[in-house]
């Protein structure tokens, strides 16, 4: 299977990417290295240095034409998103929906896996259940699930391929591992290849 890996230089994408590779994929990471490490990289996954708005990124998943696009690329900064809400926004939902709408033209399926706890706010209860409202303190916590909403729009209107997003949390097991001193595992593989109807919610 031909898979793309958004932000795979980064900590969570770049397991991604190993445990794709042990698995015989054909593994294509996008990553502009602004906050991943080229140390990070799998040596047999091809690699393309892009930023996600860069034309150049939407050009290479036409050409490309991946069966899955595993969307891990984000500002995740919450400062940053702070002091500068227009380049959280260009990176976040530009350059999110730069990537998307060249998936429609390829029927690549979509996994985005970036919304995080910034969507919760100063949340009352540590650590926050999934099921706690949604009161972003942050640009980051705005931007990232306006895309997500992007994609269940896109999968109405204009026919994307299964977009989904993994219905557990990510950092936690990988925390919780850590602490007790156990080998990490990256168990978002359920998600690639997906069931028939793949649109999961986590809120």
């Given at each position: 299977m031909k898979?793309?890996v958004?932000g795979g230089a ?12 042990d698995?015989a ?23 393309f240095?892009?930023d996600i ?18 969307h ?6 919450v400062s940053?998103?702070?002091a500068?809400?227009?380049?959280d926004?260009?990176v ?12 429609i ?5 979509v996994?985005?896996a970036?919304t995080?706890?910034a ?8 650590p926050?259940?999934e099921?706690?409202p949604?009161?972003?303190g942050?640009?980051?916590?705005i931007?990232?699930p ?15 391929t ?11 097991p ?14 978002l593989?359920?998600?690639i290849?997906w069931?028939p109807?793949a649109?999961?919610r986590t809120?």
């Amino acid at each position: 299977m031909k898979i793309l890996v958004t932000g795979g230089a980064g900590f969570i994408a770049s397991h991604l990417v190993d445990a794709l590779v042990d698995r015989a994929d054909d593994v294509i990471v996008i990553d502009n290295l602004s906050t991943g490490d080229r140390r990070n990289l799998n040596p047999e996954a091809r690699f393309f240095e892009l930023d996600i708005r860069d034309p150049a990124a939407a050009e290479m998943i036409r050409r490309e034409r991946p069966q899955a696009i595993s969307h891990h690329a984000a500002q995740m900064s919450v400062s940053r998103s702070v002091a500068e809400p227009v380049f959280d926004a260009e990176v976040n939902v530009l350059g999110s929906l730069n990537l998307t709408l060249a998936a429609i033209e390829t029927q690549s399926r979509v996994v985005f896996a970036s919304t995080g706890g910034a969507l919760y706010g100063d949340a009352a209860v540590i650590p926050t259940p999934e099921t706690a409202p949604a009161w972003p303190g942050s640009p980051c916590g705005i931007s990232n699930p306006s895309f997500e909403n992007y994609l269940f729009g896109l999968h109405r209107t204009r026919r994307l391929t299964h977009p989904a997003q993994p219905p557990h949390p990510v950092q936690p097991p990988f925390l919780l591992r850590a602490r007790g001193r156990l080998p990490l595992h990256l168990n978002l593989l359920r998600h690639i290849p997906w069931p028939p109807c793949a649109c999961h919610r986590t809120r």
